[in-house]
């Protein structure tokens, strides 16, 4: 699990790895962590210190805003609300939007570009 820490780093999306990977990934380090120390004693994270070990692991500019922007907000939620996965639910949903405009204007942009029409030499009466 603290290997996983270590080097596991979302760098932007990518064909072959999502925000989703990121989060499953290191959902499956907070769980192998609170089940692997042979003795019994776990080693729980608090909600707070998997939040932050999330953002430790985001390289990509935009996911690290909406991240601490999601942090921002879960703070103003009650305490018992103050969770990884609603911390995750709303910055996931942030970035996916943000993502999903962002593509659309850079293609909009893009669309009449080889195409372009002068319409100052249109008549107008």
Do not use: C, W
């Not at 925000?19 to 120390?37: E, G, T, V």
């Not at 210190?49 to 103003?76: E, M, N, P, W, Y």
């Not at 962002?102 to 030499?121: D, L």
Request: aromatic fraction near 12%; proline fraction near 2%; glycine fraction near 8%.
């Amino acid at each position: 699990a603290n290997a996983m820490f270590k080097y596991a780093h979302y760098i932007g999306e990518r064909k072959n790895f999502t925000m989703n990977d990121y989060y499953n990934l290191m959902s499956k380090a907070f769980n192998d962590l609170a089940l692997s120390d042979p003795t019994g004693n776990q080693h729980t994270l608090t909600e707070l210190q998997k939040i932050t070990k999330f953002i430790d692991g985001l390289k990509d500019v935009d996911s690290i805003r909406f991240a601490q922007a999601a942090r921002r907000d879960l703070r103003r939620l009650p305490l018992i609300d103050q969770t990884f996965e609603s911390f995750f639910n709303d910055m996931s949903g942030e970035l996916t939007s943000f993502q999903t405009l962002a593509g659309t204007a850079a293609g909009s942009q893009n669309a009449g570009r080889g195409s372009f029409r002068n319409i100052g030499s249109a008549e107008f009466q």
